[in-house]
């Protein structure tokens, strides 16, 4: 009992660290956290996507998960076609469900990567229906494992793995208004292996991203804004905080 109150004084204290170095980096978000009053400010809205593009007609979502993004997308983009990817069965399974009959929607069983094939995904696990399940990812968790002590990796499950390049390619999609990523540290590494399609092909980018390694090898958020600024993608929304959060970044050689 001793050592899991020592173990949360120091969780505390580190979060109190993050925070100030947050502050001192980040002003003008530190404050707009501060008054967004208990609400998670961190999230973007697709309400704030879609005043700034419009209607979207294509996306692809990596890390597709229980579904409640995908169903806000075809809420509010009533003619939207989407592609899902979804790495873990059981979320998967839930998904072509949920989704059945759905002609706009095409969802898959595997994840997008840097690689094509299979690879290990290690299970987040937690209470409650699919609980834990969208912190599954393809890298070993490391710091999740303090600040989300709730989520447990006692799993392995093996998945296909697919390159955006190549399928962007394969299914011969002209433009992709907004590809979005919660892909759990991975989002680097996608970027970078599809940077010519990324280029030439996808005006919009909503990325999950974090400044510490809650996953092993992880890309953090300032390695992730360097590559974007190096292919001239412009952050119109960043809402990542101290330790996580999300950014939304458009091509600038589209709009």
Known sequence: MKSAKNFK?????????YRIKFLITNPTNSFKFLVSRGKDYSKI????????????DIIIEAGASDGVDTQK???LFPAVSIYAFEPVKEQYEYLITKFSGRRDIKIYNAALSDVGGTQKINVGKSSGFLGGMGSSSLLTPNLHNDWFPQVQFNEIEIVNTVKLSEFILEKNIPIVDLLWLDVQGKELDILKEAEEQIIEKVKSIHLECSRINLYENQSQFKHIKKFMDK???VCRINRVGAISGNAY??????F
């Open 9 to 17: 004084r120091k969780m505390k204290f580190k979060l109190f660290l």
């Open 45 to 56: 809205e697709l309400a704030e996507i879609k005043s700034i593009v419009g209607n979207l």
């Open 73 to 75: 997308f075809i809420d």
């Open 231 to 233: 292919i001239n993608f």
């Open 249 to 254: 970044y458009l091509n600038a050689r589209k």
